[in-house]
């Protein structure tokens, strides 16, 4: 187990490092506020709390709810909200400003390992070792929908900018439904051009 660990927090356009975080822990999540002024990072295994540092004051407080390690946060689009998942199968909204917890449901049937806010901050996406993508309405912790087709964990997802599309990251190719799926599609393909080209011909324009 790793005694002391720590976050270094460092200039870009200067290259060099500003602060040092340091904190007991053995692994951690973390994730920037929207406008860079607040520092989030959750800890897996003996503390399962969510810590925030805050820039302006070089201060750090800690929001507490989780059973068991946290493996995800991801903030509001607005920066006032944070949001964080585990392996307690939770997911809880904490506002920042007062630290208090305003939303907890039960998101998965399994531990929750991605999150993301939709554009406008009224939905919340979660995935997990379940293999599915719940989709809720923030302020009423009701589930819009629920997306299955993965084999495996989820583990990253994000919405296009209009928050009309999902885009997931499953933990590994499964065999079958990936790779099998995708040489017959492959081979399917390569068929179809080849007996156009041999028995149909192209239609081709001259290019100067």
């Not at 002024?37 to 925030?52: H, M, P, R, S, T």
């Not at 630290?99 to 531990?111: D, T």
């Not at 979660?126 to 989820?154: K, N």
């Not at 017959?184 to 100067?208: C, N």
Request: glycine fraction near 12%.
């Amino acid at each position: 187990m790793c005694v002391g660990c720590s976050f270094d927090l460092g200039d870009f356009n200067q290259r060099f490092i500003t602060h040092s975080l340091f904190v007991v822990v053995q692994r951690h999540r973390v994730a920037w506020s929207p406008y860079g002024q607040k520092f989030a990072w959750g800890l897996v295994e003996d503390d399962n709390g969510v810590y925030i540092w805050d820039r302006s004051t070089d201060t750090v407080s800690s929001l507490r709810g989780h059973e068991s390690s946290v493996w995800c946060l991801a903030w509001s689009p607005d920066g006032r909200f944070l949001a964080s998942g585990g392996e307690d199968r939770q997911v809880k909204v904490w506002e920042v400003s007062t630290g208090r917890e305003i939303g907890g449901f039960n998101a998965n049937s399994g531990w929750v390992l991605g999150l993301a806010w939709s554009p406008d901050g009224s939905r919340l996406a979660s995935g997990g070792t379940d293999g599915a993508i719940t989709v809720r309405e923030v302020s009423t912790g009701e589930v819009e929908r629920v997306l299955r087709g993965h084999s495996d964990w989820v583990i990253s997802i994000s919405w296009s900018a209009d928050g009309s599309f999902w885009s997931q990251m499953q933990a590994k190719v499964d065999l079958h439904e990936d790779v099998y799926n995708g040489v017959v599609k492959s081979l399917v393909f390569g068929i179809v051009v080849s007996w156009i080209a041999v028995f149909e011909g192209y239609d081709t324009v001259p290019t100067s």
